[in-house]
């Protein structure tokens, strides 16, 4: 038995590993994309902590080499489903009983295997899976997937140690409940922290949980579970379910009675079907779920005529186009002053004609394949669009390749209208959209701005003038959850800037903070009298007395003396 109150390790941010040319860190990550590219593995759903191969499979390919195949993937069904439901609602007792030391213990291991043994293991996995570099690979699989789960661990102790005031002879206490139910962690291709965090997040605050990983990044998904799993995670507390139709986990999963949460990041259409979905089985719930999700964007950047240029044109490369603008944070939208766009397009110019676009094994490749014919196909209609209308032309970029992987150059459209199509709808790609205003117009484009996307995700202000950066802090507050100045909008850091947008980019609940741990609690006030009362009277309701002798005497919490 322990009686002991310990306190979880102070966490701090995971450094970046540079992999420069001749180091080991290079080397090591090299000869591990060798070992999985010559490897094909088979990807089971996971539930009560076994495998299973249900009904059909279908192949994961590298994005980059769409001939390749990674492994094969089986398909989650009804079935499946229902036997996962199963599942957490058996593990669902004794995981919420086990002390919060020892569910913190498992996610702290897991985050020192990424850190150590299986570092270069989700990197590959993330670049070959997911087409991403190196760079966005290890800030991502490895950094800010660390980050989340040591961050967590030490928010999730401050919510626990958040307790209620006492008064005399009464104890308070507050209780931190799990859900009464199952979670449901519906996670992305993009980001392989986020892809780990939605499920791990309501675990780790004692719920158990039915994940359906993305099928563009079951790959990464299937080495993190296994990770987990050698972290000592208990059988059922996060049942995988792979699936490349997402109804077909998503309908059975909100039609339980057993329902409780949901915990998305993804598409506007899939979360609105979702919610929708949820509200049309209110009545079969056993409570009202609780729903946290994050969507899109639609992330600006706003320059004044004050800005510098060269930190302007490097924010709108590195913030636009790494990752291929596969960012829900990626800049998509550029506001520059006519009196310096001719430098800052020159200088964009100049930078962007140093990238090169190929495999994320070359590491000298700045872009990567996007993720998928169906987004290949999506983004090249945007730049054919635009290479045909009237008020847009394409400035820099527009070529494209899908032959041996899904290539598409880094684009600029110039938009002659402020709210062009590009301007205002979210494309996922390598494609960036800028309107040049008049100077003297400054300030009425903040207003522009706001009003132009139904998004509220992230957006950043460039300027040297602090009252233009107040005055666009102003006018933009409630357009970005996450607002930047003189940055690129991308980037957000656990422990440092919670992440998180309102509008239709989702419900602001801020991953990596006790924001979004909240969530997954339901908290129960607890009064203990230590000196209860014996009797029902109060001297407030006794008579006035007519002598001083007859004055009444209390006894106990205002109980009348006999």
Not at 111 to 138: C, F, V, W
């Amino acid at each position: 038995m322990n009686n002991a109150y310990p306190e979880t390790p102070p966490p701090e941010n995971e450094p970046v590993r540079a992999y420069a040319p001749g180091s080991e860190d290079r080397r090591s990550v090299q000869e591990r994309l060798r070992e999985l590219r010559n490897q094909t593995v088979e990807i089971p759903a996971f539930v009560g902590g076994t495998p299973v191969y249900p009904g059909s499979t279908s192949e994961v390919v590298p994005p980059h080499d769409h001939q390749h195949t990674l492994g094969e993937v089986h398909q989650s069904g009804k079935a499946t489903v229902d036997d996962a439901i199963d599942a957490a609602m058996e593990a669902k007792a004794e995981w919420a009983a086990m002390d919060f030391s020892d569910r913190a213990a498992i996610f702290l291991r897991a985050a020192d295997l990424i850190a150590g043994p299986y570092r270069d293991t989700l990197n590959a996995a993330t670049m070959l899976g997911q087409g991403k570099s190196i760079h966005q690979a290890e800030i991502d699989a490895a950094c800010e997937l660390i980050d989340f789960l040591r961050f967590n661990v030490h928010y999730a102790e401050q919510i626990y140690r958040d307790q209620p005031n006492d008064s005399q002879g009464i104890w308070n206490q507050m209780q931190y409940r799990p859900l009464e139910g199952f979670v449901l962690a519906v996670t992305p291709f993009n980001f392989t922290a986020i892809q780990g965090n939605l499920p791990t997040a309501p675990a780790l605050m004692g719920n158990t949980v039915l994940w359906k990983p993305a099928s563009r990044s079951v790959y990464s998904a299937f080495f993190f579970y296994k990770i987990l799993e050698e972290a000592g995670l208990p059988p059922g507390v996060i049942n995988m379910l792979p699936a490349d139709d997402g109804a077909a986990v998503g309908t059975p999963a909100l039609q339980s009675e057993h329902f409780a949460g949901l915990h998305f990041t993804g598409s506007v259409g899939t979360f609105d079907h979702l919610w929708s979905t949820i509200g049309d089985n209110l009545d079969t719930y056993r409570t009202y779920p609780t729903i946290v999700g994050e969507t899109g964007g639609k992330d600006f950047i706003v320059a004044h005529p004050s800005a510098h240029v060269e930190q302007l044109a490097t924010a709108v490369v590195r913030g636009s186009f790494e990752y291929q603008g596969q960012k829900c944070s990626a800049a998509s939208r550029l506001y520059m002053p006519e009196s310096i766009w001719p430098d800052v397009r020159r200088e964009i110019t100049s930078q962007l004609d140093e990238v090169t676009v190929g495999p994320p094994e070359d590491f000298t490749n700045f872009l990567n394949a996007v993720i998928d014919q169906r987004a290949f196909d999506k983004i090249v209609g945007y730049i054919e669009r635009a290479r045909e209308a009237d008020d847009a032309e394409i400035v820099y970029g527009g070529d494209y390749d899908d032959s041996t992987g899904y290539f598409i150059e880094p684009t600029i459209i110039r938009a002659h209208a402020p709210k062009e199509t590009t301007m205002c709808e979210e494309i996922f790609g390598p494609v960036t959209t800028v309107y040049v205003y008049p100077d003297e117009e400054f300030a009425s484009t903040l207003p522009l701005v706001d009003e132009t996307s139904p998004y509220g995700l992230t957006g950043s202000i460039f300027a040297r003038d602090r009252a233009a950066i107040k005055l666009a802090s102003d006018v933009l507050e409630q357009a970005a959850g996450n607002f930047y100045i003189n940055d690129k909008p991308t980037g957000a850091v656990v422990g440092e800037q919670p992440f998180g947008g309102a509008r239709r980019s989702g419900t602001n609940d801020k991953a990596g903070s006790a924001y979004n741990l909240m969530r997954w609690v339901s908290p129960r006030a607890i009064k203990e009298n230590l000196n209860p009362p014996t009797h029902h009277g109060y001297a407030w309701n006794q008579p006035d007395a007519t002598k001083a002798t007859d004055a009444p005497q209390e006894a106990g919490d205002g109980a009348v003396a006999s």
